[in-house]
């Protein structure tokens, strides 16, 4: 039964992975390449001091280090990988031992899933160190990002899954809008880590428009992604099938070693 | 009854489905691709990633 989940978890990544490489090749690959560039002709922003991990001077991003046609290529395959890795792991392994406690029925679980894992894998995290445009000076160092970025992803987990609980207490007793309202409560604490985290001041070459729409860019293919996974996975599940997929195996042949 | 609709029952299934094995091959293949998302700092991987990560939100440098 967990292999039935982890496959229609890789179908929607699938799914996702293409349309999502296909932003990143028609829209974010551009995009970002142009900002790269503006960072170079603009000079003096600083750009050739960040220390890299291979320390090098002056190493163009998109056009140094790599050809750009590399860059691009892999950008765009890593994209595909990365919702078929988000669809796995989540629609697959999360989705099969969580479901009986998502809050909703049918399609609504596979929403309620994607919201939560927006929320762990980008939402969270971004509270604290949003995404950046190409070439931006950030004050903290990669090793103090990296936990904090990992940490957060922790919090928003816990969150979401304090949500989810707060919500199936509440709805027992209460009703369905007040184990909604309950689920919200959760949500705020995740002000808490976001102000005591240590600041990220970001300073970057480019102008305040371009910078905030590749912001805004970054930040709507990544729920892009959340929604088409989720999307994906209530096609790919067949809710009829909902209450009876535990007891009786839907084709007696797929589920005979585990029939006891 | 083990195979009850609560995530306990989803648990105990799994133990019941998965051999140890199983568990370890498939906790390792996680780790391994977390560990290669997040510590792949061999420049030519990371740089050929590179608008990805900015795409993803993850940046590195």
Request: one cysteine or more; aromatic letters at 8%.
């Amino acid at each position: 039964m967990l292999f039935d989940y982890l496959t229609r978890g890789v179908k929607a990544g699938l799914l996702a992975g293409v349309v999502f490489g296909l932003l990143m090749a028609g829209v974010a690959n551009p995009l970002v390449a142009h900002a790269d560039a503006l960072n170079h002709d603009g000079g003096g922003d600083g750009h050739h001091g960040h220390s890299h991990a291979t320390g090098g001077e002056g190493e163009a991003h998109g056009g140094g280090a790599v050809p750009t046609a590399v860059n691009r290529g892999a950008s765009v395959l890593a994209g595909g990988l990365w919702a078929v890795l988000l669809g796995g792991v989540f629609f697959g392994v999360v989705y099969y031992f969580l479901e009986p406690a998502i809050p909703g029925t049918g399609a609504t679980k596979s929403y309620v899933l994607g919201a939560a894992g927006f929320v762990t894998v980008s939402g969270a995290p971004w509270l604290v160190l949003p995404p950046v445009s190409p070439g931006a000076q950030q004050s903290l160092a990669v090793s103090t990002r990296l936990p904090l970025y990992a940490g957060m992803m922790i919090v928003g987990a816990l969150t979401c899954l304090l949500a989810g609980y707060a919500y199936n207490r509440t709805c027992e007793s209460k009703g369905h809008a007040a184990g909604v309202a309950a689920a919200m409560l959760p949500f705020g604490l995740l002000a808490i880590p976001a102000l005591l985290a240590p600041t990220n001041a970001v300073s970057g070459g480019l102008s305040p428009a371009l910078r905030h729409g590749l912001t805004g860019l970054f930040v709507f293919g990544q729920a892009l992604l959340w929604l088409l996974l989720a999307v994906g996975h209530a096609q790919f599940t067949d809710h009829a099938n909902d209450g009876s997929e535990i007891g009786v195996p839907s084709s007696p042949a797929d589920e005979v070693t585990t029939a006891d | 009854m083990s195979t009850a609709n609560t995530v306990h029952g989803r648990i105990e299934r799994a133990r019941v489905e998965l051999t140890p094995t199983q568990v370890a091959a498939g906790a390792l293949l996680v780790l391994a691709l977390g560990f290669t998302l997040l510590f792949v700092q061999e420049p030519l991987v990371h740089d050929s990633m590179h608008n990805f990560r900015h795409a993803a939100g993850i940046t590195c440098h």
